[in-house]
């Protein structure tokens, strides 16, 4: 059964497109967050010695016995970003048993501290590109291509078709290994919450303002929102977004949309509204993942957003107290209609390499095959099949009831927008972003917002 439902959700995921372990701590450095920022300035003065070196054969160096010690810059923060990267590490030492790795812990900054780097001329010899910054980098020469390495390390073969336009860029060169398939925004919520106060699932936003006002009654956060993080609270306007119009924030990117056509103006007054009411906690915009998530968790707060890998955590969590819903919506029939529109999507990011490394061939074949891994562990632990390749590997048990319920809707999804790290408008980028972050907090209202972002793309 296991098997089949792999494959069965591969072949959605095509349809739907057609239209995000426990290694050997022996072979990484792993910060801590009180000491993450000075293990970064360590490790980024270490790699401003290194990087005017010049290029040596890697493989050859990796060949001849000596130890090469790479830099990666990653996630390491729950459970979802840690299984994969351990089990890489392990597998890693056997593969390639003269390579160490040094972790430097990615900050949960949307980029800007790998832009520092890369401006002050200090990349790490691996890094987690997002399609912002692979376009940012393209532009400064700090991003290798690594077409030769996709095709002689068989990365090319392995990588499901629906999944092709996710390794190229816009130039038709592949700058970063995609570890992540087609990726879902999530509205999740606790089922015991609402059934102890006596609500139902929010359906409409009549609804959804009457969960507000109960919860917040009953000292209960309606919806714990990692505001410090842009990306999650720009996927919090492209919920609301995608009721009024399917295109999301992906269209105001792509230029097929103005964000002052009445769908957005719409959806950025039904945001505010909703702040106004409380759905948020009044910090949201200074709460990081971490705080966000252990409240939801913990039944401090009822609803959370998040993509589709948070599944297996909430599940661990919260057993069968915890699932996801259909984003609400303006009446019945926008809702019902809005089953099969989505917030989310793919995008070309992944682990990319810095040109500059002295060990850069070898830091692109190591980067290969810890994005191989990766899936390898998301399938296998994380109960993840929605990854860029086919691994051949099988879930180490059964699917939680909350990925095989999002397997059973890939079928009717017709349309996914796009999470902000795929968006190719850096100016846009930035402005929803920005915005969204105003929106949440209060500080704008919805005609600044969409003012705001207007004034941005002009």
């Known amino acids: 059964m296991k ?6 959700l591969v072949c959605l ?71 994969p990267y351990d089990y890489a590490v392990e597998q890693l ?43 940012t980098f393209r532009e400064s020469n700090q991003i290798m291509v690594l077409n030769d ?7 090319l073969d392995k990588l499901y078709e629906a999944n092709t336009d996710l390794a190229y860029a816009d130039d038709g060169n592949i700058y970063a290994f995609p570890f992540s398939g087609q990726e879902y925004v999530l509205w999740y919520y606790n089922k015991a919450l609402f059934e102890e106060n006596g609500l139902e699932v929010p359906e409409t936003y009549d609804d959804l303002l009457n969960c507000i006002e109960v919860f917040n009654a009953n000292g209960i956060t309606p919806l714990a929102l990692f505001g410090q993080e842009g990306w999650n609270t720009a996927a919090a306007f492209d919920v609301i977004a995608t009721r009024y119009t399917t295109g999301g924030i992906k269209a105001l990117d792509e230029g097929t949309a103005s964000v002052t056509d009445q769908a957005y103006v719409d959806a950025a007054n039904m945001m505010e509204s909703l702040v106004a009411a409380g759905l948020y906690q009044e910090d949201a915009t200074t709460t990081n993942y971490d705080q966000a998530s252990e409240k939801f968790l913990s039944g401090e707060a009822a609803m959370f957003i998040n993509g589709q890998w948070y599944i297996e955590d909430a599940t661990a969590a919260l057993g069968d107290d915890v699932d996801w ?40 074949e190591v980067a290969e095959f810890i994005t191989e891994k990766y899936c390898e562990a998301k399938v296998m632990y994380r109960h993840n099949p929605l990854v860029a390749i086919d691994t051949g590997k099988e879930p180490d048990s059964e699917y939680p009831a909350m990925m095989q319920k999002l397997s059973d809707t890939l ?39 969409i003012e705001n972002i207007q004034d941005a793309l002009e």
């Open 149 to 155: 390495v996709a095709e002689s390390t068989g990365f």
């Open 93 to 135: 030492a056997e593969a390639y048993p003269n390579v160490e790795l040094n972790l430097i812990v990615q900050a949960q900054d949307d980029g800007q501290t790998l832009k520092t780097l890369a401006a002050t001329g200090q990349l790490p010899d691996i890094y987690q590109a997002s399609t912002d910054l692979i376009n």
């Open 411 to 449: 079928p009717s999804i017709t349309s996914t927008t796009k999470f902000t790290w795929g968006l190719t408008n850096s100016t846009f980028n930035d402005a929803i972003q920005s915005e969204s972050q105003g929106l949440v907090s209060g500080q704008f209202t919805a005609d600044e917002f």
């Open 3 to 8: 098997k089949k439902l792999l494959s069965t």
């Open 325 to 364: 819903m259909f984003y609400p919506a303006a009446d019945a029939a926008s809702y019902e209609a809005g089953k099969s529109a989505f917030s989310g999507g793919g995008s070309a990011s992944g682990f990319a390499v810095n040109p500059d490394s002295e060990n850069a061939e070898l830091a692109a």
């Open 13 to 83: 995921t095509v349809a739907a497109t057609s239209l995000i372990g426990c290694g050997s701590s022996s072979t990484t450095t792993t910060e801590t967050t009180e000491t993450k920022t000075e293990t970064e300035t360590q490790t980024t003065e270490a790699a401003a010695e290194t990087t005017t070196a010049e290029t040596t054969d890697s493989t050859e160096t990796a060949d001849s016995g000596e130890k090469v010690t790479l830099s990666i810059y990653t996630q390491y923060a729950d459970d979802d970003t840690k299984v």
